[in-house]
């Protein structure tokens, strides 16, 4: 067996090979960019070695660089995890040159499935079922729109070297043919280098099925049963499941048994997953093979008591398959969510920041098995959560990779029960820095769509008033958690300052009147950075002696009392209503966590502003770390309330800075191409009087 591997990837998928390698007495050995230099996957590694500066192609996409690392080290094999240069069959062939082994595909089956069409025309001599369409080398436009209206209206076209929903157009009638395919072509040519494209039938809520198949050096195949993956947006998954609901036994051996002959027709060994679309009659076709691990490899783990990357390592190795097609079978159900930085309600935008605090679901390990000899015992049930993750508190989420926190994976004896531990699960974490995902992942996972599996890769489309519901004033509970917050807060600081004289009242925030109560008036407001429009609230507080009187927005008071704390843990009585909940101080934002819903409060703090301007002119700010690529208005010119200002890249996307009100640009404070920090002002401005 290997005795070192390099691990040419970071994050999560990083962590978790190190973890195997581990357990398996394998020392690693990290690769890390400038911006990763105290990142977790890091530190859990044996060695780890600068590759360059953050963005990937100075370091991650350094082919020549990681191997010269590896040979330095001494590793015997690279793991090259997802993304990067795992599917590159240049850097598969140059490991092989310098005598190391590549644990992943030959060359030559990423070659075959690297096109969209070559792939096609190999399946359709294996007998894999495809979806009507054309898939060869003629690119006239006339002769393309000919295919198309054979096919039958509505037709997908789809860049034949693309990915990630780039290069791709649904056509609904004849009419729209011509002007559809320019644009693919014009966005294939710029995202891939490569302007050829393919026509396929467009199949109407069609469901993202894939088949996780598995081969050795010795001619062995087997596929490891199906995983759901339609839930997506922008063609990118955000739900997985294994095994898929409402899938006949009939269907997943024939579904399998295509992916085998998928893997064999390309001489593949190791980890691959082929992707089929399935009507909602159950018919299904090959769409693609990812010759690589997935990312949502974990829920087939848990259904099946295997670790695939031990799986990997010992395929690498020369070793036969761990198991045999008839010793698998599925126990229970497995459901993955992908918590990443992003805000839903602002189309999904990348959020760059500081995990500040993050408190996460309790996890009991997950023991991975079944790597061992042929015919092992797969282990007893898994554990009910697990949380793969390349992040800690204090860590940063940089505008240069994928922004990923964690995958919460969670196994029930059934749909039902991983349903119910993924609802409660994505209630417990709480994180404050940046925008998550989670409260949109909980609605996701708790609506009626999901929960009753009616799937389809169009669900959060079909769903979108559910899904994205307009915003909700805060509820008196969350309201009265943050005043008792503040309040305790306050106490714990002046008794740190009073020292031994304790006794003096007038050194206490106790609310601490001669003749009569303290009535105090407390200003909050929703986050304005999450959601608008924000609402404000007014909060009056009286105290008491054991307790207080609250009211909310000139209400009817009602008796508030603390009844335990831990840290930021409380539990209030409001009323005759016991509320529990977290308070989490980031500056001015109070983020309180009651009810499986996260309220971030804006506290108006009447000492924190004292003696600031308020003559000063507005300043528009960047929204997250990232480069100047326009600047659209001169220092002096008058502007409308939304008319463009600055045009920023970041995270792969523009974002475009906007006039707020009708007003006058001061100043410019930034260049096209220079670098800008998260909250940065990129210019000075005054609103029109």
Same mark, same amino acid.
């Given at each position: 067996?290997?005795?070192?591997?390099?691990?040419?990837?970071?994050?999560?998928?990083?962590?978790?090979? &190190?973890?195997?390698?581990?357990?398996?007495?394998?020392?690693?050995?990290?690769?890390?960019?400038?911006?990763?230099?105290?990142?977790?996957?890091?530190?859990?590694?044996?060695?780890?070695?600068?590759?360059?500066?953050?963005?990937?192609?100075?370091?991650?996409?350094?082919?020549?660089?990681?191997?010269?690392?590896?040979?330095?080290?001494?590793?015997?094999?690279?793991?090259?995890?997802?993304?990067?240069?795992?599917?590159?069959?240049?850097?598969?062939?140059?490991?092989?040159?310098?005598?190391?082994?590549?644990?992943?595909?030959?060359?030559?089956?990423?070659?075959?499935?690297?096109?969209?069409?070559?792939?096609?025309?190999?399946?359709?001599?294996?007998?894999?079922?495809?979806?009507?369409?054309?898939?060869?080398?003629?690119?006239?436009?006339?002769? @393309?729109?000919?295919?198309?209206?054979?096919?039958?209206?509505?037709?997908?076209?789809?860049?034949?070297?693309?990915?990630?929903?780039?290069?791709?157009?649904?056509?609904?009638?004849?009419?729209?043919?011509?002007?559809?395919?320019?644009?693919?072509?014009?966005?294939?040519?710029?995202?891939?280098?490569?302007?050829?494209?393919?026509?396929?039938?467009?199949?109407?809520?069609?469901?993202?099925?894939?088949?996780?198949?598995?081969?050795?050096?010795?001619?062995?195949?087997?596929?490891?049963?199906?995983?759901?993956?339609?839930?997506?947006?922008?063609?990118?998954?955000?739900?997985?499941?294994?095994? &898929?609901?409402?899938?006949?036994?009939?269907?997943?051996?024939?579904?399998?048994?295509?992916?085998?002959?998928?893997?064999?027709?390309?001489?593949?060994?190791?980890?691959?997953?082929?992707?089929?679309?399935?009507?909602?009659?159950?018919?299904?076709?090959?769409?693609?093979?990812?010759?690589? #691990?997935? +990312?949502?490899?974990?829920?087939?783990?848990?259904?099946?008591?295997?670790? @695939?990357?031990?799986?990997?390592?010992?395929?690498?190795?020369?070793?036969?398959?761990?198991?045999?097609?008839?010793?698998?079978?599925?126990?229970?159900?497995?459901?993955?969510?992908?918590?990443?930085?992003?805000?839903?309600?602002?189309?999904?935008?990348?959020?760059?920041?500081?995990?500040?605090?993050?408190?996460?679901? &309790?996890?009991?390990?997950?023991?991975?098995?079944?790597?061992?000899?042929?015919?092992?015992?797969?282990?007893?049930?898994?554990?009910?959560?697990?949380?793969?993750?390349?992040?800690?508190?204090?860590?940063?989420?940089?505008?240069?990779?994928?922004?990923?926190?964690? =995958?919460?994976?969670?196994?029930?004896?059934?749909?039902?029960?991983?349903?119910?531990?993924?609802?409660?699960?994505?209630?417990?974490?709480?994180?404050?820095? @940046?925008?998550?995902?989670?409260?949109?992942?909980?609605?996701?996972?708790?609506?009626?769509?999901?929960?009753?599996?009616?799937?389809?890769?169009?669900?959060?489309?079909?769903?979108?008033?559910?899904?994205?519901?307009?915003?909700?004033?805060?509820?008196?509970?969350?309201?009265?958690?943050?005043?008792?917050?503040?309040?305790?807060?306050? =106490?714990?600081?002046?008794?740190?300052?009073?020292?031994?004289?304790?006794?003096?009242?007038?050194?206490?925030?106790?609310?601490?009147?001669?003749?009569?109560?303290?009535?105090?008036? #407390?200003?909050?407001?929703?986050?304005?950075?999450?959601?608008?429009?924000?609402?404000?609230?007014?909060?009056? +507080?009286?105290?008491?002696?054991?307790?207080?009187?609250?009211?909310?927005?000139?209400?009817?008071?009602?008796?508030?009392?603390?009844?335990?704390?831990?840290?930021?843990?409380?539990?209030?009585?409001?009323?005759?209503?016991?509320?529990?909940?977290?308070?989490?101080?980031?500056?001015?934002?109070?983020?309180?966590?009651?009810?499986?819903?996260?309220?971030?409060?804006?506290?108006?703090?009447?000492? &924190?502003?004292?003696?600031?301007?308020?003559?000063?002119?507005?300043?528009?700010?960047?929204?997250?770390?990232?480069?100047?690529?326009?600047?659209?208005?001169?220092?002096?010119?008058?502007?409308?309330?939304?008319?463009?200002?600055?045009?920023?890249?970041?995270? =792969?996307?523009?974002?475009?800075?906007?006039?707020?009100?009708?007003?006058?640009?001061?100043?410019?404070?930034?260049?096209?191409?220079?670098?800008?920090?998260?909250?940065?002002?990129?210019?000075?401005?005054?609103?029109?009087?």
């Amino acid at each position: 067996m290997f005795t070192k591997i390099l691990i040419a990837n970071r994050g999560e998928i990083a962590c978790r090979v &190190a973890a195997t390698a581990r357990r398996m007495g394998i020392k690693t050995v990290a690769v890390y960019s400038e911006a990763d230099a105290s990142a977790k996957h890091v530190a859990v590694c044996d060695e780890a070695v600068l590759l360059g500066p953050a963005p990937a192609k100075e370091s991650y996409l350094r082919g020549d660089k990681i191997i010269e690392v590896a040979l330095a080290t001494g590793a015997q094999a690279i793991h090259p995890g997802y993304g990067f240069l795992s599917e590159n069959a240049e850097f598969a062939d140059a490991c092989a040159a310098a005598g190391l082994v590549f644990i992943g595909p030959p060359a030559s089956a990423m070659r075959a499935m690297g096109s969209k069409s070559a792939a096609k025309s190999l399946m359709e001599k294996a007998n894999v079922p495809l979806v009507p369409g054309y898939h060869g080398d003629e690119q006239d436009a006339d002769f @393309l729109h000919a295919q198309a209206d054979r096919i039958g209206y509505p037709v997908l076209l789809k860049a034949s070297a693309g990915g990630g929903g780039k290069g791709m157009r649904v056509i609904d009638n004849t009419a729209d043919f011509k002007a559809a395919l320019a644009s693919c072509k014009r966005e294939a040519i710029s995202s891939f280098g490569d302007d050829k494209v393919l026509a396929e039938k467009y199949l109407q809520r069609p469901r993202h099925i894939e088949i996780q198949v598995f081969a050795d050096t010795l001619g062995n195949c087997i596929y490891l049963f199906e995983r759901d993956c339609s839930v997506q947006r922008r063609h990118q998954k955000v739900l997985e499941e294994a095994p &898929a609901p409402n899938m006949p036994a009939e269907r997943r051996a024939a579904m399998g048994e295509a992916a085998v002959a998928a893997a064999k027709a390309v001489g593949y060994v190791g980890a691959g997953t082929v992707e089929f679309i399935a009507n909602q009659d159950g018919s299904f076709y090959f769409m693609e093979m990812n010759t690589r #691990l997935q +990312v949502e490899h974990p829920v087939t783990e848990m259904i099946t008591g295997t670790d @695939l990357v031990e799986w990997q390592i010992r395929v690498a190795f020369g070793e036969p398959l761990p198991r045999k097609q008839h010793e698998l079978a599925i126990q229970g159900h497995a459901i993955e969510a992908r918590i990443y930085a992003e805000n839903p309600e602002k189309g999904f935008l990348p959020s760059i920041g500081t995990l500040r605090h993050m408190d996460t679901p &309790a996890a009991v390990t997950f023991e991975l098995g079944g790597g061992g000899a042929a015919g092992s015992a797969a282990p007893n049930l898994p554990a009910a959560v697990r949380i793969d993750s390349g992040v800690r508190e204090g860590d940063a989420i940089s505008p240069y990779y994928d922004p990923m926190i964690a =995958k919460l994976i969670v196994w029930g004896a059934d749909r039902k029960q991983a349903l119910a531990r993924m609802a409660q699960a994505l209630a417990q974490y709480k994180i404050v820095g @940046l925008a998550t995902n989670i409260a949109f992942l909980k609605r996701l996972v708790e609506g009626d769509a999901f929960a009753n599996a009616d799937l389809d890769t169009g669900l959060i489309e079909r769903n979108q008033d559910s899904l994205f519901p307009a915003a909700h004033a805060a509820p008196s509970a969350a309201l009265a958690l943050a005043a008792v917050s503040l309040i305790e807060s306050e =106490k714990d600081a002046a008794a740190a300052q009073s020292g031994a004289n304790r006794a003096d009242p007038w050194g206490q925030a106790l609310g601490w009147r001669m003749n009569f109560p303290y009535a105090r008036a #407390l200003s909050f407001a929703d986050d304005y950075a999450a959601t608008l429009p924000a609402k404000a609230y007014g909060v009056a +507080v009286t105290y008491r002696a054991t307790d207080w009187l609250f009211a909310r927005d000139g209400g009817e008071p009602q008796v508030l009392s603390l009844m335990q704390q831990d840290g930021s843990d409380l539990s209030i009585k409001l009323g005759n209503t016991a509320v529990h909940g977290t308070v989490r101080r980031d500056g001015e934002l109070l983020h309180v966590f009651t009810g499986g819903q996260h309220y971030p409060l804006h506290y108006n703090d009447p000492m &924190a502003h004292a003696g600031e301007s308020e003559a000063e002119g507005g300043r528009l700010t960047a929204p997250m770390p990232g480069k100047v690529v326009a600047v659209l208005a001169a220092k002096g010119q008058d502007v409308k309330k939304g008319e463009a200002l600055v045009i920023m890249e970041a995270m =792969k996307m523009e974002h475009t800075i906007a006039a707020p009100h009708d007003g006058l640009v001061e100043e410019i404070l930034y260049n096209v191409g220079d670098q800008v920090a998260d909250g940065a002002p990129l210019l000075a401005f005054k609103a029109a009087a």
